[in-house]
């Protein structure tokens, strides 16, 4: 027996026309593209549309709408004088971080390694 609600839309093509239809309503207002103006255009949850991005028949049609809405943002950062929201944006929705990754090349010489436990003990005694 199913479990929940028969899915709300049942092809890709039916799913896409109604993400088309978002973004040409968006470009016609001048309003920004956002992941939760997608789900309402949907009249789904944020939930819901990542259940859709699990299965395989709708996670492409998904994955383009939610890059399609990371370009406006990553544009925005660029050309908009105020960022702070926008950065917080794509941290929360679209897996940025601010990382900082340190190589180390060559060899760590410890002069204590092989010495036992107790031949430590003596030197940290004297």
């Known amino acids: 027996m199913p479990r929940g609600r028969p899915a709300k839309y049942k092809t ?14 968006c470009d ?3 309003e920004p593209y956002t992941v939760t103006g997608v789900c309402i255009a949907l009249d789904i949850t944020r939930e819901t549309l990542k259940e859709y991005l699990k299965q395989e028949e ?22 908009d ?14 897996n940025w971080s601010d990382k900082q990754q340190i190589e ?17 003990r003596k030197i940290l005694n004297e």
């Open 81 to 94: 004088g105020n960022t702070t929201g926008i950065i917080f944006n794509l941290k929360n929705n679209f």
């Open 58 to 79: 709708f996670s492409d049609t998904i994955k383009k709408a939610k890059i399609k809405v990371e370009n406006y943002l990553e544009k925005k950062l660029i050309t």
């Open 104 to 120: 180390h090349s060559g060899n760590v010489n410890n002069p204590f390694e092989g010495l036992s436990t107790e031949e430590l």
């Open 12 to 25: 890709k093509e039916e799913l896409q026309d109604k993400i088309d239809e978002y973004f040409k309503k």
């Open 28 to 30: 016609l207002e001048k």
